[in-house]
């Protein structure tokens, strides 16, 4: 499994501000920044469900709405939010592009929430690309102004992602003690789907060090959490992650069957890449368990997936 992948795409990037109940009634906002506001919101939702192409129309209206309105704040929201559609098409320099605009445009409205949005896409989409260094210094100043604003929400979203570059960097005492403070930031928040990412990215160091009981419920936590939040794409790299990690424990059945179902949670949202990657996974454990007869349905299902997207057998 992609542990930068996995991580980044634990639907880190939103910023959800929640009042107390005993707040003051906001004022009513005005019809089009409202459905500005809804799209965004509809478009996150179908994000995290996989569909990525509904969700970039959806991002691509709440934009044209912004620019009719001259609504700078929305416009760098919009941009932000198809930049992160673009990341996970894996189109990194585009979803840069997007976020260097959207930054440009919170640096000019000297707006700390939106700076703070935008820095950790630039530093998410510089880190997808495989710029560490200079993802790190990006994270570096939005974490500065998150603790300084009070912004606990982007603060762990931020100790997240800088655990996976200490991690990447081979320092997995200092990566998880990041995932751990993150871990308890979200867990006092109450974000299930950002205590997700925590818990997946806990269980893979875990299985690195040989921990591997200590990784299993931490994936298993992973995978209800997100199972509650219908977050559909992080669910199959839960899954995928299972069945590397039972493979690793002996567990051969549980294995093949934690790799069909990554399978089809990819399959489902159209991943075929990562799809095609979980079926040749679990038709070599079949074959290991000399399962004839479903090794040889899954290598007719892989070949017949292969020849629809053309990609070599």
């Known amino acids: 499994m992609d542990k930068l992948g996995r991580a980044l795409l634990g639907g880190a990037l939103l910023l959800l501000l929640a009042g107390c109940a005993s707040d003051p009634e906001p004022p009513a906002l005005p019809p089009a920044v409202a459905k500005a506001r809804e799209l965004h919101a509809h478009g996150q939702r179908l994000l995290d469900r996989g569909e990525r192409e509904r969700a970039g129309a959806l991002f691509d209206e709440a934009r044209q709405l912004a620019e009719s309105l001259d609504d700078l704040a929305g416009l760098a929201q919009a941009l ?18 997007f976020h260097r605009r959207a930054l440009a445009l919170a640096e000019k409205l000297n707006r700390t929430d939106l700076l703070i949005a935008s820095l950790t896409h630039v530093g998410s989409a510089q880190q997808l690309a495989g710029q560490a260094e200079q993802a790190a210094l990006v994270y570096g100043r939005a974490l500065a102004a998150a603790r300084q604003s009070g ?3 982007s603060e762990a979203v931020l100790l997240n992602n800088l655990g996976l570059i200490e991690l990447r960097a081979g ?5 998880e003690a990041m995932f751990k403070e993150a871990l308890a930031i979200n867990d006092t928040l109450g974000d299930r789907s950002a205590k ?19 990784a299993q419920a931490r994936f298993e936590a992973a995978l209800e959490l997100d199972k509650a939040s ?3 794409t992080a669910i199959a790299a839960d899954l995928a992650g299972l069945a590397r990690l039972a493979e690793k424990q002996n567990r051969q059945e549980a294995a093949l069957a934690f790799a069909q179902r990554a399978y089809w949670s ?12 979980e079926l040749s996974h679990a038709l070599a454990l079949a074959r290991e368990q000399g399962r004839q007869q479903e090794a040889a349905e899954l290598e007719a299902e892989r ?7 053309g990609v070599a057998q």
């Open 80 to 97: 932000n939010d198809l930049g992160t559609v673009a990341s996970r098409e894996g189109k990194q320099a585009e979803a840069l592009d």
């Open 151 to 153: 912004d606990r929400h």
């Open 171 to 175: 320092a997995p005492d200092k990566a």
């Open 196 to 214: 997700a990412s925590n818990l997946a990215n806990l269980a893979l160091i875990a299985q690195d060090a040989g921990r591997l009981d200590e």
């Open 230 to 232: 219908e977050n559909r």
């Open 266 to 277: 990819y399959r489902a949202i159209g991943d075929i890449p990562r799809a095609l990657t």
């Open 303 to 309: 070949k017949a997936i292969s020849g629809a997207v």
